[in-house]
């Protein structure tokens, strides 16, 4: 299957062994790879911010970058929520109905990374080592807008090595939000405090998610507050093998 | 709205109060006792805009800065804490025990879709059976009209006293201060709404408006202020029931005239119901002798077929009860059973604007229940009285923007006091997409706002760099270049400008060696050996 991978505009730019992660995962799986390097961003941030003229041409740059693709994979919920949730509508209130069509033939082959593994691929078990003990964040945009349920859990399960345990209020947000992170950096602090808090409940040496915008607000605490706790990406353990360890 | 919180529900026994306005009550505070106890709270509304909406609070700050006060005040943190999370959990075992739900949800939405879109119709079928069976129907446009309407029919009977039973729309229009200006003395009758009354106070909760106060600053607040409040009040729950209940008797047996909201119009009947929890409802609602009931427009069901959806939604969410303990209904006036003068005010203020908006037309869908709040990380934080309105919570953050405008401060701050984590839209029993609401009214501050031109440059750089990889490709490569500079073991410590909000509280990574497309170009897809290795 002819895959490309959306690594995201964060990835891409301050998290890149995500991306490396991924792409051997894939590859390991037996599938080639593509990195389209006309892509950029999904327009979220400036989407959900309130500037939607700016957001738009991102969206279209997004259906020109991943045009003719079987499948895009992207380590990331929230950006595949906002493709699969706005990139339609927008594309449609542009009032350009090649560029609606176009948008409406891609977005179905986006998925976020656990749906490509669980669902397309069907595996849960992708032959992983990580042997420590693991906590895991259930992103608000996986859960409620992309509805991913147990997939990254079922993932988890089955990496050898691995003492995965539960975290307390996961389902409760971490108090990221994008650019609510600076605009009510109070409110953002005092969730993500708690949040620290049910972390370091665990026991857990590593924080795991499939979201590093999260983890780059929770994991800011956790070394802020020398907790010992590092943050690791979901695609970065699966990727891990006793011979390329995470 | 009416649905309330039993006195004895642990829930409605929170342990502190926040700060929010606390300053505000300093400043306040050299009103003399004699004052404040002739007409309770009548300066707390003042409405300092036009006449035409809902009166934003003096001196509300905009969203951030209020709720920094409040996440400083570690017993409203613990409360609300503790509060929200146990009717949080309650709300979520009453839904589950139904396993039609969400077939209940989905009609509650297109219940209240159907009756937006014919709004016009049944108002008017409303106000035609409504006047049949002997009530006066009047029209209000704003907030303004609404309290004239009322204090001239209170005026009209002689009297200078109403008994109030709970309500949304009439905490909205500032009625009770409003009444106050003409010599009228508004008696709650709700037990939290009576604490928040009687200490000179504002709701912080659409179902537990003194969600904010514990049982020792309900007995002081009782002491200080009930004229009848027995020797010696302990901080019982059942002795401040009791002090309450007597205290309450009293104003419902001298009332003559009393006001009330609606929780739901039945259009082809003419009938009007309201929803309680502890009888004050109906003692309001049939003992005096003029009734005047408040409602917005968007309060209507067509028939009493659909009102049997709603009987359903609204106590499960709200209160998790499986069926509402005081449901009153009435129609019109009866000879020698309950009011003989029934009038009903209709109210619109800011809510056809709202109905031309397509996206923001659904929250007037909204049934007041609160498991919006209950579930929302943001409000257990922040507190009710950062939103500046008697709507709090997520649906304030979409309502209050919406009825009065997007001018104001915490007004075009309101949209932004969510992290669109979208707990509320999973536990809104009309299926309000409100961070859909939410994104919609932030495009609409962007657009009516020039008030922040450094963070428009901001997203106008950023924009531009995102919508080429050429573009893109060159700012991460700067970004790498700086890493050594900004950051010492892969942490930046502190940030300039606004981006120190980040760093004040979190650690910022520091740029990566190379990007992912730097090292994709490199390594062609890491198919070549790749030496550098790692981050």
Known sequence: ??????????????????GRALVRLLRRLGHDVDFPMAQTCCGQMHFNTGYRGQAAPMVRGFADAFAGYEAVVTPSASCAAMVRDWHPKIASESGDRRFAERVGELVPKVYEMTEFLVDVLGVTDVGAYFPYRVTYHPTCHSLRMLHVGDRPLRLLREVRGIDLVELPEATECCGFGGTFALKNPDVSAAMCADKVTNVRRTGAEALCSADNSCLMHIGGALTRTRSGVRTVHLAEILAATEEEPA | MSVQNSPGNPASEPEGRGAAWTEERRERSDQSDEGRRRLKAPRRLAGNTANTAMPTYIGMPAFPDAARRAVGDTRLRHNLAHATSTIRGRRAGAVAELDDWGALREAGKQIKDHVLANLGHY?????????????????????????????????????????????????????????????????????????????????????????????????????????????????????????????????????????????????????????????????????????????????LVPSWRDLEVFLQLLPRSSTAERMNPYTSTWTGSTPGDGPRDFHLVLLDNGRTATLEDEVGRQALRCIRCSACLNVCPVYARAGGHAYGSPYPGPIGAILSPQIRGIGSEVDSSLPYASTLCGACFEACPVAIDIPEVLVHLRARAVESSRKHPGEQMVMGVAGWTLRSPARLGLAQKAASASRWVVGRNGRIRRLPGPLSAWTDTRDAPAPPRESFRAWWERTEGGTREDRRGGR
Not at chain 2, 210 to 220: G, L, M
Not at chain 2, 243 to 263: E, I, T, W, Y
């Open chain 1, 1 to 18: 299957m002819r895959v490309a991978l959306f690594v995201t505009c964060l990835n891409d730019t301050m998290f890149p062994g995500t």
């Open chain 2, 123 to 299: 108002l008017r079928l409303l106000e035609e059976n409504v006047t049949a069976a002997g009530g006066t129907v009047h029209w209000a446009r704003d907030a303004a009209e609404a309290n004239r309407i009322v204090a001239d029919l209170v005026k009209a009977t002689g009297e200078t006293e109403v008994v109030k039973v709970k309500s949304m729309a009439t905490q909205e229009i500032g009625l009770n201060e409003a009444l106050a200006e003409e010599g009228i003395a508004a008696y709650e009758t709700d037990l939290a709404e009576l604490i928040v009354q009687l200490g000179d106070d504002r709701p912080s909760h659409i179902l537990v408006p003194a969600i904010h106060r514990n049982r020792s600053d309900i007995r002081d607040i009782f002491r200080r202020e009930m004229p009848d409040a027995p020797e010696g009040l302990s901080d019982s729950p059942a002795e401040l029931a009791e002090a309450a209940r007597r205290h309450l008797r009293a104003k419902f047996l001298s009332a003559k005239v009393a006001v009330s909201g609606v929780n739901f119009a039945v259009a082809d009947t003419g009938t009007l119901v309201v929803l309680e929890s502890e009888g004050n409802g109906r003692m309001c609602l049939t003992l005096p002798e003029t009734l005047i009931s408040v409602m917005g427009v968007e309060k």
